[in-house]
């Protein structure tokens, strides 16, 4: 194979950012919420609620936010 027609596979390195970059993406706003739920209701189940709750919203974005920022080109 030629160096003009090689695949465009992604190494171990581009493949542990990528996933680093999506589980921050994804856990960030979670663990925000839940926070800051708990700090101002000071109930730690509804925080969890609302963690779990946002948590799941963001995986939803997750899919469209991987394939525009993280696709090898």
């Known amino acids: 194979m030629s160096d003009e ?7 171990k390195r581009e493949i542990i950012l990528r996933g680093s970059i ?4 994804t856990t960030i706003p979670s663990l925000v919420a839940f926070v800051l739920v708990w ?14 709750i946002v948590h799941f919203v963001a995986m939803g974005f ?9 696709v090898k080109k």
């Open 22 to 25: 999506m589980a921050v993406i």
């Open 5 to 11: 027609k090689k695949s465009p596979k992604l190494t």
């Open 62 to 70: 997750s899919l469209k936010i991987s394939k525009k920022l993280l």
């Open 39 to 52: 700090f101002f209701l000071d109930d730690v189940i509804t925080g969890a609620i609302a963690g779990a």
